[in-house]
Structure formats: C-alpha cells, structure tokens
C-alpha cells in the first residue's frame, strides 16, 4: 500500500466484543490461494487450529460443505446515514440507529466495518445546506463500543468534504483516543469527479432533498463558490489532519492520471471508486488499491455514468470491493467475481485480505491460525449465495 502515514495500531486494543469458542468442519474453507474441504477451530475468539478432511470433531459444527469464509471487511457505507436519516429530514436517535446498523452488517457477513461520517458542513438557508453530526455520532458510537453493544467490530472513518465551509473545524474535534481509521477527501464539486455530468448530480440531489429547478441552480452556484474559497486550503488541511490522527488516506472519484498523481504526492493508500479507467490504471502505476462498489458490479454500471467496476475486473484493475449503499452486496459481489475470475481465493480476498491490509489490520481478513475467529458460513447454488452463519471472535452473531 502506498502510504507514509504512521497508522494507528487499530488491532492493539479491545473492541468490547465477546469471545467465544466454535469449530466449523466438513467445510470448503476458502484460504488465500486455494480452497480446501476441512474445519477450522476457534478458541477464546481467535484461530487456533485449521485441518484438512471431512471429519467432524465431537461438539463441532457440521457445514454440509457449505463454504466457510473470513467475515467480510467494509471500509465505505452510507448505511449509517440512512438509519440516522431513514427519510430527508427525519432524524433517528442516534443509538438505536447505530444498533440497528450494527445488527444488519452482521446479518450479511459483515464483521468488521469502518463507519463513514461526514466531517464539513454547509450553513445556507436553501435546501442544500447540511449540518454537523460527525463528533456526536462519534461519541455515542465510541460508547457503544466501550460497552460491548455491537455485534461486529467498529472503526470510523471521517469522510473529508472539501467542498463545505467547517471542514477542517469538525476534523480538529477528533484526537488520537478516537482511534479514526480512515479519513478519505470528497470533493463533490459539480462538473468534475463523480458529477461531471450534471444532471446525475440533479438526479441525485434533487430527488433527494425535494430541489425544483432554481433551487437546483442556486445550489450548484453555492457549492462552485465553496470550492473556490476552501479548495485549496481544505485538501492541504485533510491531508494534515489524516497524518495527524494517524489514519489511512483515501481519495475518492479521482478521474484522471493528474488526480491519481496529486494523490499520490498526498500519501494516500488506496482509491475509493476511480471514475474512469485512465485513473484506475493510473492508481496501479503509482502502487494505490482500486476500491470500487458492489452495486456498481452487481448492476453492471455506475449510476452515475461512471466506469463500470466489471470492466475494471476484467482489466485486473480491482483490488477492493466496498458494499457502498448496500449491504447485502458486498457477498454478492464477490461471488460475482469469483465467477468472473474463475477464483473463488482471488475474489473472496477482495473483501476480506485486501481491505484488511489497505488499513493495517492485521489481525484478521484470512482463515489462519492466530487470526480473529471473524467467520461466515456460504451456501452457493444458481449464482445465489445465502448466509447460514456468521461469527464474529467466535461468537455467533447471525
């Protein structure tokens, strides 16, 4: 990964999850280049044995042959938002809406997620201003975890609005004791990056916070203005908070190989959702992982009219596999991909290894002894795959 940021040691401390104990046998174990028919033991939350053969140990799951997987690792979802706003402008108390959060990621594999919160707001009278919520949810979700409420494993990663007017205000309220994973640079500016075309921008915004046409207008003279002022400074400032809390950078959208390059000059690790394939092979020049979405993939395209992530794929231009707005995807993606690669080991890496490593956590992401017991059980038939099981440091969660 190319990055010269010195990370938080992420692994180093007690997430408040409960440890259990749970064999898995007569199991397709995918490891990290094969998958073998075996079972894998799990001792006090950890990894403490894997052997080969159909046999199935006293007191030991049997899983039919079904696949046993590492649990998926996810480092960018709006799903949070959607509970803490699950319509515009109705807000959901905080806690159930992280618990609730919580035991859907769990219900699809998920074991380990990086919450993505907003840091940067905007203040107009207009439809198109948002507000502060970053630091609070912070909070409630730091205490969540303290108190062993989730079921998975949390971190947080700040996504960086340049394009907003209190960025790097809100990003000075976190500290070394939040332990951020991940802090990754927005800049959703119109006519460029993600909305180059602007009537997806419209099709978004609009049908989002109820924007008729001059409203729209207003809005997009509004963020123009934004950029203009803060641009600059708001990137330069990101990228100095990141090495300051220790996080892994990430850009997002970069579209061409200059977008890649100035990355690149930021130290930034690896790239969420390339634009085009000039940036992506542009990203692997430059040692950068590609991370592109599950809806993306399973679609067949952006919504946006972006870069299609299968073509990515097939240009063996695709390291990561984010679920994005969906959680259920991130599964289903990677099946996807192992049909495509004709390698279940490659694809399955992309959403367990490959996120894993991309933010230095090394504890986990592979079936290995001395890893975290974080596993799921995969039932696969007619290109559907259904989970049967998922245990989070042993403990059963699903």
């Known amino acids: ?33 094969i998958v073998q028919r075996g079972s894998v033991t799990v001792e006090n939350g950890i990894i403490t044995d894997i052997s080969e053969g159909d046999k199935i140990p006293d007191g030991a799951i049997d899983c039919l042959g079904d696949f046993v997987l590492p649990g998926l690792v996810e480092l ?30 769990a219900s699809t ?27 609070s949810v912070a909070d409630d979700l730091l205490s969540a975890r303290k108190q062993g409420l989730f079921k998975i494993s949390h971190f947080i990663h700040l996504r960086a609005e340049i394009c907003s007017q209190t960025l790097l205000e809100e990003l000075a309220q976190f500290g070394a004791d939040d332990r951020i994973g991940i802090v990754s640079l927005m800049d959703h500016t119109p006519y460029q990056r993600q909305f180059r075309d602007l009537m997806a921008l419209k099709t978004y915004v609009a049908k989002k916070r109820g924007m008729n046409d001059q409203e729209f207008e207003e809005h997009v003279a509004n963020l123009l203005k934004l950029q203009q002022q803060f641009g600059a400074k708001h990137e330069a400032g990101a990228v100095a908070e990141a ?30 959702f390339p634009t085009t394939l000039e940036a992506a092979q542009a990203c692997r020049d430059h040692g950068i992982a590609v991370m592109m979405g599950a809806p993306n993939l399973i679609r067949g395209g952006s919504h946006s009219g972006n870069v299609a992530a299968i073509d990515l794929a097939q240009e063996n231009l695709l390291d990561i596999i984010s679920s994005d707005y969906v959680p259920s995807g991130l ?13 279940v080991p490659r694809a399955i890496a992309c959403v367990t290894k490959n996120p894993a490593e991309a933010t230095s956590l090394h504890d986990r992401g592979t079936i290995s002894n001395g890893k975290r017991g974080d596993l799921i059980r995969v039932r696969s038939s007619e290109r559907l795959c259904a989970i049967q099981g998922v245990w989070s440091k042993g403990q059963r969660v699903a």
């Open 1 to 33: 990964m190319n990055s010269p940021f010195n990370h938080n040691s992420l692994t180093q401390f007690d997430d408040g999850s409960m440890s259990g104990d749970v064999c898995l046998a007569n199991a397709e174990l995918v490891m990290d280049t």
């Open 76 to 105: 960018h979802t709006d799903n949070l938002e959607r509970h803490l706003e699950p319509r515009p402008d109705v807000s959901w108390p905080q806690m159930p809406a992280l618990l609730a959060h919580d035991a859907e990621l």
């Open 109 to 135: 594999g998920i074991t380990t997620v990086f919450d993505a919160l907003r840091a940067g707001s905007i203040h107009t009278n207009g439809k198109g201003g948002y507000g502060e919520y970053a630091r």
């Open 243 to 272: 090495k300051r809390l220790g996080a892994v950078l990430a850009s997002h959208d970069d579209t061409t190989s200059d977008h890649v390059a100035t990355s690149s000059n930021n130290g930034v690790g690896f790239a969420e």
């Open 331 to 343: 599964l289903q993606s990677a099946f996807l991909l192992a049909e495509l690669w004709n390698d």
